[in-house]
T-cell receptor
Framework: EAQVTQNPRYLITVTGKKLTVTCSQN?????MSWYRQDPGLGLRQIYY???????DKGDVPEGYKVSRKEKRNFPLILESPSPNQTSLYFC??????????FGPGTRLTVL | EDQVTQSPEALRLQEGESSSLNCSYT??????LFWYRQDPGKGPEFLFT???AGEEKEKERLKATLTKKESFLHITAPKPEDSATYLC???????????FGPGTRLSVLP
């Protein structure tokens, strides 16, 4: 089954404790992206990757890092999480940079 | 800076009562406009891509249209299972990043 998977689905952590949210897709898509979704603000793009070893900032990259060492994986790293990074996070992938397939989401709470 | 607004913020319809959702956008050069559906607790699900003014696409009770400044998602004779949040997104001619609108939350009552 074609899908985008994210782990963990739910995470509660404390300020400053480094964490990684994994994202994997099995569709051989070149393009992958991370978004955060907040009430009233909609989906905002954090980082995207056009292909392996190619990443670029979206609209809200501060406080986040990404890497794309393999085509199927695109982890999101929060080196020192803060409460304002409490949000619902989505990973997405697409062939080229067309319509995107989204993962199920990761709900992160930073205390 | 690319911007997307959607109206109304929320819409309640009776089953069978047709209506339209609006997506207004500002973009330096439009490569594509995308419509997604999002159910509570789930990731967005792709519906349509529109590329040029005048283009229309249909899927079951949904029809999307595009002008140079806005897009409409027309819902004909909706059913309760059409209840969801509908998201609009634009991609500029650089074709690398996407900008989403805040969404319209649709409720269809039986």
């Amino acid at each position: 089954e074609a899908q985008v998977t994210q782990n963990p689905r739910y995470l509660i952590t404390v300020t400053g404790k480094k964490l990684t949210v994994t994202c994997s897709q099995n569709m051989n898509h070149e393009y992958m992206s991370w978004y955060r979704q907040d009430p009233g603000l909609g989906l905002r793009q954090i980082y995207y990757s056009m292909n392996v070893e190619v990443t670029d900032k979206g609209d809200v990259p501060e406080g986040y890092k990404v890497s794309r060492k393999e085509k199927r994986n695109f982890p999101l790293i929060l080196e020192s999480p803060s409460p304002n990074q409490t949000s619902l996070y989505f990973c997405a992938s697409s062939r080229g940079n067309n319509e995107q397939f989204f993962g199920p989401g990761t709900r992160l709470t930073v205390l | 800076e690319d911007q997307v607004t959607q109206s109304p913020e929320a819409l309640r319809l009776q089953e069978g009562e047709s209506s339209s959702l609006n997506c207004s956008y500002t973009v330096s050069g439009l490569r594509g406009l995308f419509w997604y559906r999002q159910d509570p607790g789930k990731g967005p699900e792709f519906l349509f891509t529109l590329y040029s003014a005048g283009e229309e696409k249909e899927k079951e009770r949904l029809k999307a249209t595009l002008t140079k400044k806005e897009s409409f998602l027309h819902i004909t004779a909706p059913k309760p299972e059409d209840s969801a949040t509908y998201l609009c997104a634009v991609q500029d001619n650089y074709g690398q990043n996407f900008v989403f609108g805040p969404g319209t939350r649709l409720s269809v009552l039986p």
